[in-house]
């Protein structure tokens, strides 16, 4: 999901390049000590076009460190549900619906299992739930 005009508003961020997004986030995994961004802006800089955003370049990024012995379960914005459901109740297209781009990369077998491991860390990580 690419072209920016089906994009639903909802739609905060979107993976354009789920693997160079995973590989970014596995690096700064596996090197902790190299700097986080801390803004859209930021994310940005770091990503080039492999991220899209809805936001302004100002908007604070967290990332979330989960321990090992404790499950972090991200619940969307209200607000953002709410929205979703409205749109896919009102007969919105389900090709409207925001689906990653490498999946139909999965299903032709256009992938390696090393592209597939960063795609969806890429994909799982920055994905929001409506």
Same mark, same amino acid.
Request: net charge negative.
């Given at each position: 999901?690419? &072209?920016?005009?089906? !994009?639903?508003?909802?739609?905060?961020?979107?993976?354009? &390049?789920?693997?160079?997004? /995973?590989? @970014? %986030?596995?690096? %700064?995994? %596996?090197?902790?000590?190299?700097?986080?961004? =801390? +803004?859209?802006?930021? @994310?940005?800089?770091?990503?080039?076009?492999?991220?899209? @955003?809805?936001?302004?370049?100002? !908007?604070?990024?967290?990332?979330?460190? +989960?321990?090992?012995?404790?499950?972090?379960?991200?619940?969307?914005? =209200?607000?953002?549900?709410?929205?979703?459901? +409205?749109? @896919?109740?009102? /007969?919105?297209? %389900?090709?409207?619906?925001?689906?990653? !781009?490498y999946m139909s990369d999965i299903m032709n077998e256009n992938v390696t299992a090393d592209q597939l491991f960063y795609a969806r860390i890429g994909d799982y990580t !920055?994905?929001?739930?409506?």
């Amino acid at each position: 999901m690419s &072209d920016s005009s089906i !994009t639903p508003p909802w739609i905060r961020m979107e993976v354009v &390049d789920a693997e160079a997004v /995973g590989r @970014f %986030l596995v690096g %700064l995994v %596996l090197k902790p000590k190299n700097p986080r961004p =801390q +803004t859209v802006g930021e @994310f940005k800089a770091a990503l080039g076009a492999a991220l899209k @955003f809805n936001v302004p370049d100002d !908007t604070p990024v967290d990332f979330i460190d +989960t321990p090992m012995n404790r499950l972090k379960i991200r619940l969307p914005p =209200q607000s953002m549900v709410e929205d979703a459901i +409205t749109r @896919f109740n009102s /007969g919105l297209p %389900l090709s409207r619906y925001p689906m990653p !781009t490498y999946m139909s990369d999965i299903m032709n077998e256009n992938v390696t299992a090393d592209q597939l491991f960063y795609a969806r860390i890429g994909d799982y990580t !920055t994905s929001e739930c409506a």
